[in-house]
């Protein structure tokens, strides 16, 4: 009788740890990188906070955490724009992430590999992708579509939105003051 009581409480919860590590490992990023333009590059980099995974989800921030990029992805549809990442068997990045780091496109990053070197950045749609992890390791991966708008020089960033009922992706219109 004791033992079937305590397999009806078990399974269930032993379910529900399943279900909840299951969310946590098919999320695509655990925070929303940023995009912007400063003294004419374009500068990639990561909000403030990352979704950590456990039985109750929270958020973790930049700031209060030491979060090491081990790679860097830049790609446009169908191509790969830029990756840079630390050589196999590195075992920590020279890079932390806070929320002012400005990686800039194409150019070296401190002890990291270029993978695929840097196109030539043209108007369009792009997505980031910073895989990084914490001194808890836990993953921290930062993602973002944006549009790149203007040309060499004169460049701006733009939000991306899907259009509805669709998978293709536009630039949304400029802001208006």
Known sequence: MTANCFRSVLL???????VCDGYAMSRHHDGDARAWIRDEALCIGASETYEVPGFFS???RLDQNQVELYAVQVNRPSTQAWEASLPPGTTSSTLQLRPDTCIEYGQPVASFE???????????????LLQAGDQKHRRAWFYKRFCLVGSAGNWSVRDAERL??????RCSPPQTP
């Not at 269930?12 to 399943?18: D, E, F, T």
């Not at 270029?114 to 980031?128: N, Q």
């Not at 509805?164 to 992706?169: A, D, F, I, K, R």
């Open 58 to 60: 929270r958020n973790a």
């Open 164 to 169: 509805e009922g669709t998978h293709e992706w």
């Open 114 to 128: 270029t993978r695929v070197p840097p196109r030539a950045l043209e108007p369009g749609i792009y997505e980031v």
């Open 12 to 18: 269930p919860i032993l379910a529900l740890v399943c």
